[in-house]
């Protein structure tokens, strides 16, 4: 069955980084774009960057363009998250995620699987 499992969250003060990554099981990693998302407390989950399945094109969400980048290792079935200049209003809950289509797509529901997500807090 497909599986992404998150790691690499954690509690940083702001001005860090941390690399998120996620392992994928299951299926033809590299047939598939590919997704991370994040959910705050009473927010609505937020698409933050993705990754085609070649890994050749990428998007971001206009907040962490410059700050965050996508990657993927078609070998490994990994796809990490790196996130440089972590501010406290990027704490939240970080998602990955499998994408339904060939090319990256913003909306949660062009994804199909998800992770259970791993907790980033970031103090100030």
């Known amino acids: 069955q497909v599986q992404l499992v998150e790691s690499g969250g954690g509690l940083v003060q702001a001005g860090a980084s941390l690399r998120l990554s996620c392992a994928a099981s299951?299926?033809?990693?590299?047939?598939?774009?590919m997704g991370w998302f994040r959910q705050a407390p009473g927010r609505e989950r937020q698409f933050l960057a993705g990754?085609?399945?070649?890994?050749?094109?990428?998007s971001y969400e206009d907040s962490v363009k410059g700050r965050f980048t996508i990657s993927r290792d078609n070998a490994k079935n990994t796809v990490k998250l790196q996130m440089n200049s972590l501010k406290p209003e990027d704490t939240a809950v970080y998602y990955c995620?499998?994408?339904?289509?060939?090319?990256?797509?913003?909306?949660?529901?062009?994804?199909?699987?998800w992770g259970q997500g791993t907790q980033v807090t970031v103090s100030s």
């Open positions: 995620a499998r994408g339904r289509y060939a090319s990256t797509r913003m909306i949660p529901s062009d994804y199909d699987y």
């Open positions: 299951g299926f033809t990693f590299s047939s598939y774009s």
């Open positions: 990754i085609s399945m070649s890994g050749l094109t990428t």
